[in-house]
């Protein structure tokens, strides 16, 4: 099967269709939230064989998966808190989407941890022997040194080449490290959902589980309020920190991490991310990284939520005041608050333990059996969708095949675009050049959504065609990013429900 042909495409037409076919039989497999596991659950069934039916009451990558720190890390923390077995599967699935699934939309991306006078040498020496054991997981997991090169200390002047904005009064050096880097989490689940549906899933956003059982669901079509029954053999529910809501027993802590954003240019040019030691915690680091589009996040809190769970979490401005205040240590000129453009938060979906804080919870997943036989899965992180949807999969107990996730390109997957321009390949890989002509054919398109930005009318297009966006939300906050700067936003909205007006 092609990953590039029609049948990959998901647009309203096809969720009409759709939607009449779920309700006249009985899928193999109903797969309720469409997130990264989620949707990686889907591919899972439907690579194997299964029929599939996968809801969301919102969109793609609606949820956690698309405020993530944008890291697809090979599990360094674990390892420095003695969870070798996390940290082996991290660095494995890290592989898998360098190597195999999604090279289009992860490579690896350096990182300095500046060694100022707060960083003693003691610490110097453990964070570098933290990182050789980081790269000998490389080597376990079979990801060659091209993909992924190793460590090394670097003196002041070049860290300060790669990140100027340091402050060199206060920087001996720096050790240099490399991970991996998704050029956009939401873009990511498109993917995954996308290679799924080209396998024969159903994916059916604003579709609402109202109830579950292990024969299936009752769900409701949020753009009509029509409801009906999706009939399954086998339910699972990824619905990450909402499972709880639609299956009783599950136990969870949700932890809520912000992020600043920053607009491109203000702290100068950037060749690296930062590891920057947060004073008092460990072996705990804020985090600078700087994406494709020029724009820099700034993270990472992990603060428990307390009380229900919103759909849309805020960034509390405590979060926002401590970040700067981190980053601040390490710069020449610390930040001002005015030079936030942005702020957003994600919930992850900690699995409960006794005492301690969020940052001490493990990131392992768990799959779990309700008494009526719904499966769900939950904990885990995004490096590790894959590994978390195979063994979802697994125990439903449905005959099939073994998962072959492992070694299957996702959507794109290539870093060759027949000449289109580098932003748009590692956006959409070898879907790159029918969005480029795209703009060729019609040169209206080629233009920004929002003069200075990159983003083109052309994008907002692809996405309605073939990305399954239902409405300008869907093209602003997830199909692009263009909505984590709220002027941004506000100025492209106009742009986007024009695009809708014209596609109708």
Request: hydrophobic fraction near 45%.
């Amino acid at each position: 099967m092609t990953m590039n042909s029609p049948d990959s495409s998901l647009n309203a037409a096809r969720r009409a269709r759709e939607l009449l076919e779920v309700r006249e039989r009985v899928v193999d497999v109903l797969v309720v939230g469409l997130g990264a596991t989620g949707a990686g659950a889907a591919l899972d069934a439907a690579s194997r064989g299964l029929s599939v039916a996968a809801i969301d009451a919102y969109d793609l990558a609606f949820g956690t998966s698309r405020w993530s720190s944008k890291l697809i890390h090979g599990g360094l923390r674990y390892l420095a808190k003695g969870q070798v077995g996390i940290a082996r599967e991290s660095a494995a699935e890290r592989g898998v989407l360098l190597r195999h699934t999604a090279p289009h939309l992860v490579q690896a991306h350096p990182y300095l941890l500046p060694l100022t006078g707060e960083v003693s040498r003691v610490q110097a020496r453990l964070a570098m022997t933290g990182y050789r054991l980081g790269d000998a997981l490389r080597v376990t997991a079979g990801t060659p040194r091209r993909l992924l090169p190793g460590p090394a200390r670097i003196p002041a002047g070049r860290a300060l080449d790669l990140v100027p904005a340091l402050d060199p009064e206060n920087l001996r050096g720096a050790l240099l490290s490399w991970d991996g880097r998704v050029a956009d989490d939401a873009r990511l689940v498109l993917a995954i959902a996308r290679t799924a549906a080209a396998h024969g899933a159903r994916v059916l956003t604003r579709c609402r589980a109202l109830a579950l059982s292990g024969d299936g669901g009752q769900v409701r079509d949020e753009l009509t309020g029509q409801e009906f029954t999706i009939r399954a053999r086998a339910v699972v529910n990824a619905t990450g920190v909402w499972a709880g809501g639609l299956v009783p027993g599950v136990e969870l802590r949700p932890s809520l991490g912000t992020h600043l954003v920053l607009r491109p240019g203000t702290l100068g040019t950037l060749r690296a991310g930062l590891h920057i030691p947060i004073p008092g915690a460990g072996n705990r680091f804020a985090l600078l990284l700087p994406q494709l589009d020029g724009r820099v996040y700034v993270g990472l809190t992990d603060e428990p939520l307390d009380g229900p769970v919103p759909d849309v979490p805020e960034a509390p401005e405590s979060d926002v005041k401590f970040l700067l205040e981190v980053l601040g240590s390490v710069l020449a000129e610390p930040l001002r608050r005015d030079q936030v453009a942005g702020a957003y938060a994600g919930l992850r979906p900690l699995l409960a333990a006794a005492g301690g804080g969020t940052a001490d919870l493990s990131r392992r997943h768990a799959v779990l059996h309700s008494p009526d036989g719904v499966v769900t899965v939950v904990g885990g992180k995004l490096t590790t969708y894959r590994r978390m949807a195979e063994d979802a999969v697994d125990a439903t107990g449905l005959p099939a095949p073994r998962s072959r996730t492992a070694r299957l390109p996702l959507v794109g997957a290539t870093q060759s675009g027949d000449g289109a321009p580098l932003r748009l390949v590692r956006r959409y890989g070898s879907e790159a050049a029918a969005v480029q002509d795209l703009m060729a054919r019609e040169p209206e398109l080629a233009r920004p959504v929002v003069e200075g930005l990159a983003t083109t009318r052309a994008e907002l297009v692809w996405a309605v065609r073939h990305e399954g966006a239902l409405d300008p939300d869907d093209l602003l906050d997830r199909r692009t990013r263009i909505g984590l700067i709220p002027e941004d936003r506000a100025a492209a909205l106009p742009v986007a429900a024009a695009v809708f007006a014209s596609e109708d």
